[in-house]
């Protein structure tokens, strides 16, 4: 049993559910225990325009399976609430933040572009996915030119969070 809050706090739980229905692993409880919290789950908008990116993401990677109507709905009001022009302010500059870091915005941005049927949308996507890798690339060089060890990366947020980005990155362009 999951709480409702935890469900909006962690919204990469719901790509897991929908690996799970994927997989044919626990069908009915998922579409059972999702039905449930159907009305609240719709209910919640993210403030930050990365976190509306990534729950419509994970949320239409489930409802690919799950098929449901009002979550389809749902997931096209998170689009249409990005403002997708400050997406680069919004992003954590230190190297080791994965959940609100360039890592982060670029693989939701990605994902984002596969699920959005708006043109228009996609077209805003790419641009911020440029001035993204943009920063990026600024990011690693700093990195890899600096004299000092001044870049603290620490397990969890870090080492882990950069791998399985960069991990997501490669499986994307392959």
């Known amino acids: 049993d999951l709480s409702p809050v935890l469900l909006s706090d962690y919204s990469i739980l719901f790509y897991y559910f929908g690996r799970l229905l994927h997989a044919n692993v626990y069908n009915e409880k998922i579409r059972k225990m999702i039905s449930n919290l159907e009305a609240y789950i719709c209910s919640v908008i993210p403030y930050y325009n990365l976190n509306k990116i990534l729950l419509a993401n ?6 690919e399976k799950l098929g449901s109507e009002s979550i389809r709905k749902y997931i096209k009001i998170l689009y249409d609430a990005v403002e997708y022009e400050k997406i680069i302010n919004e992003i954590d500059r230190s190297f080791n ?3 609100a870091g360039w890592c982060n915005a670029l693989i939701n941005i990605t994902i984002a572009v596969k699920y ?4 228009d949308k996609v077209l805003m996507l790419y641009s911020q996915k440029e001035k993204i890798s943009n920063y990026a690339d600024k990011c690693i060089k ?9 870049v603290k990366i620490n397990f969890i947020n870090g080492i882990s969070g950069v791998s399985f980005a960069l991990s997501v990155l ?3 362009t392959i």
């Open 142 to 150: 700093e990195i890899l030119t600096c004299k000092e060890n001044n």
């Open 97 to 99: 933040s994965f959940n």
């Open 58 to 63: 994970t949320l239409s990677y489930m409802n």
């Open 116 to 119: 959005i049927g708006d043109n």
């Open 170 to 172: 490669l499986r994307l």
